[in-house]
């Protein structure tokens, strides 16, 4: 079955930002970005995501910062995007590979089993779904309508499992809706030349 286009289920829609607990999120992440995108200020301003989308997130509508919970995940992560759009690897250098630590009180859960049973979702269909194909006809994949869901009731950060590392999940962090007491602490060096 083509998830690409899979309508929301009627428990998911129904659903009102009051009723999803939200529980405090903290740990590392870590990031890959191309070198030109590698100044502290770009790092996570999430423009890269507002312009083209991702799988949590539809083009031109807001910010989603993409990192992983382990560094092998980052990886992964990179050279799957790679494969799914066709690209030569040789066109993924030079890179810059960083991590941070944060804490965010508003925090979703989607790898716990319980959270998506409330939402009437399974891990396989958030990460089986075609979001390139469902981007490219105008149309938002069902992980991006749950980002946008998420985004849209103040979730400051998502925790969601990986498409290209079974054992690996990723967050997706929406820097639109940090907090003020929201804690996000970069590892780069004072003398970092970005």
Not at 50 to 71: E, K, T
Not at 146 to 152: H, K
Request: charged fraction near 15%; include cysteine.
């Amino acid at each position: 079955m083509n998830t690409a286009f899979m309508p929301l289920s009627p428990s998911f829609t129904a659903l009102e930002p009051a009723s999803v607990i939200l529980s405090t999120l903290q740990g590392v992440g870590y990031r890959s970005v191309a070198w030109g995108y590698a100044g502290r200020k770009a790092i996570l301003s999430g423009e890269g995501g507002y312009q083209f989308g991702g799988r949590w997130n539809p083009p031109g509508v807001f910010r989603a910062v993409y990192a992983s919970c382990m560094l092998e995940t980052a990886t992964q992560e990179l050279l799957y995007g790679q494969r799914t759009k066709g690209l030569p690897m040789q066109g993924l250098l030079p890179r810059v590979f960083l991590s941070f630590e944060f804490r965010c009180e508003q925090g979703l859960d989607l790898t716990a089993e319980e959270m998506l049973e409330v939402w009437g979702l399974t891990a396989t269909a958030l990460t089986t779904c075609d979001w390139l194909a469902a981007q490219a006809q105008g149309k938002q994949a069902l992980s991006q309508q749950v980002g946008l869901w998420a985004w849209q009731a103040g979730v400051e950060v998502m925790k969601v499992p990986s498409s290209a590392h079974a054992e690996g999940a990723n967050w997706v962090f929406f820097p639109e809706n940090f907090r003020p007491d929201s804690q996000l602490l970069l590892h780069l060096p004072s003398d970092w030349p970005l």
